[in-house]
């Protein structure tokens, strides 16, 4: 298993471009998420799915939007980037709601995004 | 108030030392609490995983939790140059509710050989 992959390792994007972060997981986790880490903020929850056709936001949802068509994929659009978005992000996967409990999420390697 | 704090660091210790690393959170309703491993530029790996108050212990690593007083642990014995990396705690109330976890900020550790 590859487990959570993630594309690209690093992105550098000028303001008001838009560009996609994709995620693939091959554990046939129901549960997926996208989070950004910042310097002493910890992770950050962005957007989260908990099946195919099911998003919801998370924390800091403002700018981005998700999609999940498939179990295995859920990427994440950066729709008009800013300089706040400079980030690392890191997309995971969890079981899911059908086992329970099972907090427990698998990270992928993360996106380093510099937004210029 | 933030709801998950924790000594960012960095915390420096000699090859073969007992760590403590720890989180004070103020959600009384937390009861997972976990502890992920983060070598530097890699994604977060879960290490520890317990429910409501106690202690785990698997290998090398120990977690203890007190919910009287809001405070969670990690130990690490026999500390190894191998276990430098930044160690996030998380914690979540129960519920199922995945988008209900928090993460704190992270504690750098460094193990000196």
């Known amino acids: 298993n590859a487990g959570v992959t993630q594309t690209p390792k690093f992105q550098v994007l000028k303001t008001g471009q838009s560009m996609t972060l994709q995620c693939a997981q091959d554990m046939n986790h129901e549960y997926m998420s996208w989070y950004r880490q910042d310097p002493g903020m910890g992770l950050r929850l962005i957007h989260y799915s908990v099946g195919a056709g099911i998003t919801d936001q998370g924390e800091v949802p403002n700018g981005y939007n998700v999609s999940r068509s498939t179990t295995e994929d859920f990427p994440l659009r950066l729709l008009s980037a800013a300089p706040s978005q400079t980030s690392v992000y890191f997309c995971a996967s969890s079981l899911g709601r059908s086992l329970y409990p099972s907090y427990e999420q698998y990270f992928g390697p993360g996106t380093r995004l510099t937004v210029t | ?113």
Not at chain 2, 7 to 13: M, N
Not at chain 2, 35 to 55: A, D, I, V
Not at chain 2, 97 to 106: A, N, Q, T
């Open chain 2, 1 to 113: 108030q933030k709801e998950v704090e924790q000594d960012p660091g960095p915390l420096s210790v000699p090859e073969g030392a007992i760590v403590s690393l720890n989180c004070t959170y103020s959600n009384s309703a937390f009861q997972y609490f976990m502890w992920y491993r983060q070598y530097s530029r890699k994604g977060p790996e879960l290490l520890m995983y317990t429910y409501s108050s106690g202690n785990k212990e698997d290998g090398r690593f120990t977690a203890q939790v007190d919910k009287s007083s809001k405070y969670i642990s990690l130990f690490i014995r026999d500390s190894q140059p191998s276990d430098s990396a930044t160690y996030l705690c998380a914690m979540a109330p129960s519920g199922g509710s995945y988008d209900k976890v928090i993460f704190g900020p992270g504690t750098s550790l460094s193990v000196i050989p």
